[in-house]
Nanobody, 130 residues
Framework: QLQLVESGGGLVQAGGSLSLSCAASGRTFSMYTMGWFRQAPGEEREFVAGITWSGGNTLYSDSVKGRFTISRDNAKNTVDLQMDSLKPEDTAVYYC???????????????????????WGQGTQVTVSS
């Protein structure tokens, strides 16, 4: 079992920055690939960024590449998302999620499909004003 709690959302002007954090409870956090997803009103939940268990591999959606940075600290059971150069289209509820790799072959890759993730946080609102 893994429980995830996001924090750090809020209101920011376009061009500004926000940092999201996800705190996990559970002894096996380091086994999980971690991802950030977002969902805007009327839209499907979409992949934003992900990081493998060791932090060795990261993956970003094209829409945030170069602006967002994902990182994790397995000693603290946290995964962070630093968001810079924010745009109004980044406005959404942001969710932290955990994916336990199915096989040893999956540990070095990041899953982008929301349905493959095993645990989810409750979400945190990010609003970017123009």
């Amino acid at each position: 079992q893994l429980q995830l709690v996001e924090s750090g959302g809020g209101l920011v002007q376009a061009g500004g920055s926000l940092s999201l954090s996800c705190a996990a409870s559970g002894r096996t956090f380091s086994m999980y690939t971690m991802g950030w997803f977002r969902q805007a009103p009327g839209e499907e939940r979409e992949f934003v960024a992900g990081i493998t268990w060791s932090g060795g591999n990261t993956l970003y959606s094209d829409s945030v590449k170069g602006r967002f940075t994902i990182s994790r600290d397995n000693a603290k059971n946290t995964v962070d998302l630093q968001m810079d150069s924010l745009k109004p289209e980044d406005t959404a509820v942001y969710y932290c999620a955990a994916d336990l790799p199915a096989t040893i072959l999956d540990v070095s890759s990041v899953e982008v499909v929301a349905g493959e993730y095993d645990y989810w946080g409750q979400g945190t609102q990010v609003t970017v004003s123009s």
